[in-house]
C-alpha cells in the first residue's frame, strides 16, 4: 500500500512570496489532516478535511494560509505572502475516517521544509 | 485548548540502558497515541490506548495509559541505536472527531 506523498520536499523562498504544497493521501482515506512543524515543537493542526469538505480551521491563518481538497482526494496548501515564521516543515496525513476506538489513527508523509529567507 | 506535556524534552543513554518518557494533561482524552519522527520524516504511529490503566507492549517498548485516561508512559528496555528519534504522544479530545493534540516530544538519543 502507498503511503502518503508529498511535493516538493524542501523549498527556499523569500519572504512575501508565494508557495505551494501539494499531498496525495492514502487511497481510500476520508480524512486529510495538514500539520506545521516548527524544529523543537509538536505538529500543530492547520486545517482537517473530511472527504472534501473543512471540518476544522480554526488554527489556520487565513490571511495567508489557504488549503483545498478537490474530489475529496488530494490537496494543496498555499501561503501568501510568506513571512519569516512560516520556516516550519509542513506535514500532510490521511486516516480512513472510520468510527472505532482507531479512527483517529493518522498516517504522515514525509513533510516539506519551507525556509523563508 | 488541552495541552499535553512530554517530559523530559531531551534524552541521551547508552545501548543497553532503560529509559522511560512521560506524557501528561489535566485534561482527560479519548484516546492517545504515540509517535516516533526521524530526522527528515513524519511521524509513524507506535501505539494507540484508549482504556484507563490500559497496558500494550510492543517488543522492548512497553506503553502505560493513566487510569484517569490524563497521562501516559513510554518505557523502553535495552535500549538499541534504532530506538533513536522524537518521540511524540498526541490526544484525541473527547468529541473532536479525528482531531489529535501533539505534545512538544521527547528527543531520545541512544549511543553504541
Redesign the interface.
Same mark, same amino acid.
Not at chain 2, 501533539?102 to 516530544?105: D, L, T, V
Given at each position: 500500500e502507498a503511503g502518503v506523498a508529498q511535493s516538493p520536499r524542501y523549498k527556499i523562498i523569500e519572504k512575501r512570496q508565494s508557495v505551494a504544497f501539494w499531498c496525495n493521501p492514502i487511497s481510500g482515506h476520508a480524512t486529510l489532516y495538514w500539520y506545521q512543524q516548527i524544529l523543537g515543537q509538536g505538529p500543530k493542526l492547520l486545517i482537517q478535511f473530511q472527504n472534501n469538505g473543512v471540518v476544522d480551521d480554526s488554527q489556520l491563518p487565513k490571511d495567508r494560509f489557504s488549503a483545498e481538497r478537490l474530489k475529496g482526494v488530494d490537496s494543496t496548501l498555499k501561503i501568501q505572502p510568506a513571512k519569516l515564521e512560516d520556516s516550519a516543515v509542513y506535514l500532510c496525513a490521511s486516516s480512513p475516517g472510520e468510527m472505532g476506538p482507531h479512527y483517529n489513527e493518522q498516517f504522515f508523509g514525509p513533510g516539506t521544509r519551507l525556509t523563508v529567507l | 485548548t488541552q495541552l *499535553?506535556e512530554q517530559s523530559p524534552q531531551f534524552l541521551s543513554i547508552q545501548e543497553g540502558e532503560n529509559l522511560t518518557v512521560y506524557c501528561n494533561s489535566s485534561s482527560v482524552f479519548s484516546?492517545l497515541?504515540w509517535?516516533r519522527q526521524e530526522p !527528515?520524516?513524519?511521524?509513524? *504511529?507506535l501505539v494507540?490506548v484508549?482504556t484507563g490503566g490500559e497496558v500494550k507492549k510492543l517488543k522492548r517498548l512497553t506503553f502505560q495509559f493513566g487510569d484517569a485516561r490524563k497521562d501516559s508512559s513510554l518505557h523502553i528496555t535495552a535500549a538499541q541505536p534504532g530506538d533513536t528519534g522524537l518521540y *511524540?504522544c498526541?490526544g !484525541?479530545p473527547g468529541g473532536?472527531?479525528?482531531? *489529535?493534540q501533539? !505534545?512538544? !516530544?521527547t528527543q531520545v538519543v541512544v549511543t553504541p
Open positions: - | *499535553l484516546s497515541q509517535y !527528515g520524516e513524519g511521524p509513524v *504511529l494507540t484508549v *511524540l498526541a !484525541g473532536s472527531w479525528g482531531k *489529535l501533539f !505534545g512538544a !516530544g
